[in-house]
């Protein structure tokens, strides 16, 4: 079948003026179609039909055959249809052929992609259509007025899904038979059309539509690769939705490993798309289908192996939390929890150090920092996601003994999703104002209620300050020790490692803070000298490598 692929492009666009050649994130508009049209292979001809000079040096440069027009062609009021049949005649006659297959494909639609277009003509040519038009599908309820009445299009109010089919032109591409291309028309008898994806439907006809294809050509593909477990906690959990949460404007994919069933069960519940891999080198798969431009890594420290191996498929790896030696050959590493003085790594470039690279989830955003309260009414004790020291049963044993002193103090336990409260004997006592919850979805109403929290060292610390929350700090463990935040400087009163607190301590520096109201209104002041919200942005724009600090 002789091929023939046309693209009109003239040069008196008035909307946006020189769109054809302007460039569109990067590249001039023009160049899109002509790629496209490119791919399709070398059996396929391929044309610009222009009026101008400027046009068809742009095309010419991106490999393209040129195509002069008259003046005439190129009025607003002229239609495609003598356009192409122009350029159709023009060809034939100068390679001496006659083409069986002619297709339009307008330079407007930079979205539509190679595959789609490359689906479509192997469509055709399996059809028996004669034209075939690509569409989108727009189901909605909609209305017409005739004889100066409103009426509706439908027979029946039915869901958006529910409705039948309402293709709209998109006017990517428009493939006829030879014979049908004629001076007037290019509509055979036989028509069908090709429904192209609703992002690939977008025609350049505004300054919006303009915007609107940058932005979705800026798109990145991002892979947050991370595990949550009962023995290292939730945190990185956490802190990879609230990221992929914030990354409106890209594609993102969270990737975790089998066996980690207390973050597969967190991921789950956000809607987010993810991927469950055997181990960190089982990515081959993520790599072919979704094509990772950016790997985000927020598993602790990694090895140079592993980030050499993640390099022969991702152009950018980024990662968090990260003292090992796979961060002195990152792009960039964002350890917002160490201090950077606490280290001694001085072949780790690109990192971002300290809680100005904290990331907090939307309702730490949203939500009213606690007014200070001279008087405790109310006590918050939570201890992450898994709380894999169990720091929760010493605070219980201790609360319980502290109630007797204090009826009027409400002590809530805010227990997370892989921590079995229940087997731990972690249970409501209403009569001792003793409650616990389980896996809540706005902490943030927990804590403005707490004029006192307790807590373990990991990312919770920091949305403790956010809400200026006067809290004592137990370690989970050695690591946490190093996460540098938490101090009296910041509000936070730290007694070391849980595991070597007795109970007996514990109820001594409660029953001291809650007598000691001067104590919790420095340390309210202290945290209220830190703001987060603003944060997001430095890391996105350190994640895909647009950071200007």
């Known amino acids: 079948m002789e091929t023939l692929v046309i693209i009109p492009a003239r040069g008196g ?116 259509y004669d034209t075939l038009l690509s569409v989108v599908n727009r189901p909605h309820l909609s209305w017409q007025k005739l004889n100066g009445k409103v009426l509706p299009n439908y027979a029946e109010r039915l869901n958006r899904q529910q409705l039948p089919a309402n293709y709209l032109e998109t006017g990517a591409f428009f493939i006829t038979k030879r014979e049908f291309v004629k001076e007037s028309s290019r509509l055979g008898n036989k028509i069908g059309v090709y429904e192209v994806p609703e992002e690939e439907s977008v025609d350049i006809d505004s300054y919006d539509d303009w915007n609107l294809c940058e932005i979705i050509l800026k798109r990145k593909n991002i892979v947050f690769r991370v595990d949550g477990m009962k023995e290292r906690g939730l945190g990185h959990i956490y802190n990879c939705i609230a990221l992929a949460y914030s990354f409106t404007e890209h594609n993102v994919l969270l990737v975790t490993k089998k066996g980690c069933c207390e973050g597969i069960k967190k991921i789950k519940e956000t809607n987010l798309p993810y991927k469950i891999i055997a181990d960190d080198y089982d990515i081959q798969d993520i790599i072919n289908e979704f094509k990772p431009d950016i790997w985000v890594n927020d598993c602790l420290d990694t090895t140079k192996e592993y980030i050499q191996y993640l390099r022969k498929f991702v152009k950018r790896i980024v990662t968090i939390e990260d003292l090992g030696s796979g961060a002195e050959i990152a792009d960039a590493v964002i350890n917002a929890i160490y201090d950077n003085g606490s280290f001694n790594m001085p072949n780790i470039r690109n990192a971002y150090w300290g809680p100005e690279y904290i990331n907090l989830r939307d309702e730490f955003t949203l939500s009213k920092p606690k007014d200070f309260s001279s008087a405790v009414n109310n006590i918050l004790i939570m201890f992450g996601g898994t709380d894999p020291s169990n720091l ?134 202290l945290m209220s000298k830190w703001n987060f919200k603003n944060n997001i942005n430095k890391i996105k724009r350190i994640i895909v490598g647009e950071n200007n600090d």
Request: net charge neutral.
């Open 13 to 128: 666009s008035k909307g946006i003026p020189r769109k054809n050649i302007r460039l569109m994130n990067g590249k001039a508009l023009i160049s899109y179609a002509i790629k496209n049209a490119q791919s399709l292979g070398k059996n396929v001809d391929l044309i610009v039909s222009t009026d101008d000079n400027e046009i068809k040096h742009v095309s010419e440069f991106y490999g393209a055959n040129v195509v002069m027009r008259d003046e005439s062609l190129a009025k607003d009021s002229i239609t495609l249809d003598p356009v192409i049949y122009d350029a159709l005649i023009q060809q034939e006659l100068k390679l001496n052929k006659i083409y069986d297959i002619v297709v339009t494909l307008q330079p407007t639609s930079p979205l539509l992609s190679k595959s789609t277009l490359k689906g479509a003509v192997e469509f055709f040519l399996e059809s028996d």
């Open 392 to 525: 929760n049963i010493k605070l219980y044993n201790a609360v319980r003994k502290i109630s007797e002193k204090y009826p009027n103090i409400s002590f809530n336990f805010v227990t997370g999703i892989g921590y079995d409260y229940v087997d731990n004997g972690i249970l409501n006592i209403p009569e001792k104002n003793i409650f616990v919850t389980n896996n809540v979805q706005f902490v943030t109403r927990y804590m403005q209620k707490a004029d006192i929290a307790v807590s373990s060292q990991g990312r919770t610390i920091f949305e403790l300050a956010a809400m200026r929350v006067p809290t004592v700090i137990m370690a989970q463990n050695e690591r946490e020790l190093k996460h540098k935040f938490a101090q009296m400087e910041n509000g936070f009163l730290n007694l070391g490692l849980g595991k070597n607190i007795s109970e007996e301590a514990i109820e001594n520096t409660l029953t001291w803070l809650i007598n000691t109201p001067n104590i919790r209104y420095n340390m309210h002041t």
